[in-house]
């Protein structure tokens, strides 16, 4: 039978994500210690990180906490405050003889745009239409903003909601109250 021994563990980067993932910890000032000895564990690291919420919650979309938006042949603005957006939707383009039907959603920070996702209908000599829904999320940081853009006879239509500040904080999804 084995003597149960504890030792120091002297590593920074161990420290460092042990503040990140236990702020309340964060002037603690204790050294990191291991055991030989075999522990049973209790996860409380969503508590810890200030979440009673499991992720696929966290990103539930709520009637509080959504912005809805359609851009219809044209371009609507969405967020342009920092942080993680969730943003859902659907896309519709619809094309006759002549013209190629687009719908974009955007980045920009003021002097360059980036598209970040993209569809593309091309012109045929017979009516078309196509659809489809996206979800994804995007970061902002300052002086950033999204938005959608549909050409000629293209919808797009949905809703963002802001998931996480731009530290990475968690935003609840409004009227959830944890008990």
């Known amino acids: 039978m084995s003597t149960p021994e504890i030792i120091t563990v002297n590593s920074e980067t161990l420290e460092a994500q042990i503040r990140d ?42 009637f509080g906490s959504q912005t809805a938006f ?21 896309f519709t383009e619809y094309t006759t003889s002549g013209a190629d039907v687009t719908v974009n959603i955007k980045l920009t920070d003021g002097s360059t745009t980036k598209i970040i996702w993209n569809t593309e209908l091309q012109a045929r000599a017979d009516d078309f239409i196509a659809h489809g829904s996206v979800d994804l999320v995007v970061f902002l940081a300052a002086g950033e903003s999204c938005s959608v853009e549909a050409s000629s006879t293209g919808t797009f239509a949905g809703s963002y909601r802001q998931i996480a500040t731009v530290t990475g904080q968690l935003v609840d999804p409004n009227g959830f109250t944890a008990e």
């Open 70 to 90: 359609e851009a219809r042949a044209g371009t609507a603005n969405l967020m342009s405050s920092t942080g993680f957006w969730r943003i859902v939707g659907g």
């Open 21 to 62: 993932l236990l702020p309340s910890q964060s002037g603690f000032g204790s050294e990191l210690q291991a055991s030989n000895v075999i522990m049973p564990i209790i996860d409380l690291t969503s508590a810890a990180e200030g979440s009673v919420l499991p992720e696929a919650l966290q990103f539930a979309l709520a």
